[in-house]
Structures are given as C-alpha cells and as structure tokens.
C-alpha cells in the first residue's frame, strides 16, 4: 500500500488561510469516508484535527474544516495563526482493511 | 480522561527483538482498537498494525507481517507491540494511538501514548 501524496510544504501569513490536499486511489481515499487529518508540532504525538472527511473532535477551532472530492481529501486552514505552525498528515482506511498515511506537509506561517 | 503511557525508551542490537507496552487508564480498554504507528527520525508516521482486546486478532500492515506481533491484555488494560529481526532502520519513536469509535478496528485515532523511542545500533 503506498502512501498517500501530500505537498511537502505549504505557507501562509497570519488570517490567510492554506490548503493541503491528500491524494489517494479509489481503493482508499476514493471508496471511504474514513479520511482523518492529524497535527504534529515537532517533538510532540499526533493530535487528531478532522474525522471521517469532514468532522472536528471538539475542541478543535473552526477554523480548520476537511472536504473530499474523488481520490483527493483536503485539510483547509482559515485564519491562519502562528500556533498552527506544524507538521499536517492525512490518514484513509483502505480496501486491504489497512491505515495508510500520507507523506506529511510541513506548515509554515511565516 | 483515557490516557495511554508507553513503555521507556529502548536500545537493541540488530537482529534483536524489542517489545513495547502501552498501558490504558481512566476509561474502557476492552472495546476501543489500539494501533501501533511509528515515526523514523525526520520521517513520516507508519501504520505497523492494531487490535480490538476484546476479540484478540491483530491486524498488521504488509510491510510488517512475519516481524510484528501486536497483542492485548485486558486484564492489566495494556496493548504490546513486538518487533523482531531489528535492523538499524527500525530505528524511530513508536506510539499506540487509540481509535475514537468503540468496536472500529481501524478508524480516526483521538487518543495517542507518548511515544517510546526505539534505537537499534550495534
């Protein structure tokens, strides 16, 4: 199963707002709605910021919203802020009945 | 509040074996998947396999299989990652993260252990 692709880096200034696409096949991305994005400052665990595509555990700000569309899932971060300065991974649910995560995008807020 | 604390850091020999635990407090372990992922340094995150304790069977990644062996112990709420046939490439921060929705052996992982760092050097 290979990794699903991610833009190694993206940028922003503050109140602007980025766009991190994930891109799957139709045996991953494209056949379920078990896509989840995950923030990971450096040296810490994983934080879970979007599940199933589109849904926020609580506590997570509004400000980050997921969307899918084909093999192509999507993490969209308004307003940007210095604290979302992280590393940003993608997960799907695959027809092997596997976890495959993407590459990983370095956020930058510059 | 669930929390799951991990096992001390590690350091084998190559062609050693390392077993990593993972121990749950503060809420249900029985029925909530526990996964294993790990982070090579300056790398990615790695799905290796996971289990639901209740039910037993694990379920690993290709990449894997025939190296790990992912188990659970309900008695002592404690998941346990081993990992055999260590090479110097093995070398990375391994976590136990826990699903968000009971009886889902694969799903969003909303709880994450700490991390224990696994270091293979001759």
């Known amino acids: 199963q290979s990794a699903l692709t991610q833009p190694p880096s993206v940028s922003g200034s503050p109140g602007q707002s980025v766009t991190i696409s994930c891109t799957g096949t139709?045996?991953?991305?494209?056949?379920?709605?078990?896509v989840s994005w995950y923030q990971q400052p450096p040296g810490t665990a994983p934080k879970l910021m979007i599940y199933?595509?589109?849904n926020r555990p609580s506590g997570v700000p509004d400000r980050f919203s997921g969307s899918k569309s084909g093999n192509t899932a999507s993490l969209t971060i308004s307003g940007l802020q210095a604290e979302d300065e992280a590393d940003y991974y993608c997960t799907s649910y695959t027809s092997s009945s596997t976890v495959v995560f993407g590459g990983g995008t370095k956020l930058t807020v510059l | 509040q669930v929390q799951l604390v991990q096992s001390g850091a590690d350091v084998k020999k190559p062609g050693s074996s390392v077993k990593v635990s993972c121990k749950a407090s503060?809420?249900?372990?029985?029925?909530?998947?526990i996964s294993w992922v790990r982070q090579a340094p300056g790398q990615g995150l790695e799905w290796m396999g996971g289990i639901i304790p209740i039910f037993g069977t694990p379920n690993y990644a290709q990449k894997f299989q025939g190296r790990v062996t992912i188990t659970a112990d309900e008695s002592t709420s404690t998941a346990y990652m081993e990992l055999t046939s260590l090479r110097s490439e093995d070398t990375a921060v391994y976590y136990c993260?826990?699903?968000?929705?009971?009886?889902?052996?694969?799903?969003?992982?909303?709880?994450w252990g700490q991390g224990t760092v696994v270091t293979v050097s001759s």
């Open positions: 139709s045996s991953d991305v494209g056949s379920y709605n078990r």
């Open positions: 993260a826990r699903v968000k929705e009971p009886l889902r052996l694969l799903d969003a992982f909303d709880i």
């Open positions: 199933e595509v589109s």
């Open positions: 503060g809420g249900t372990f029985s029925t909530y998947a």
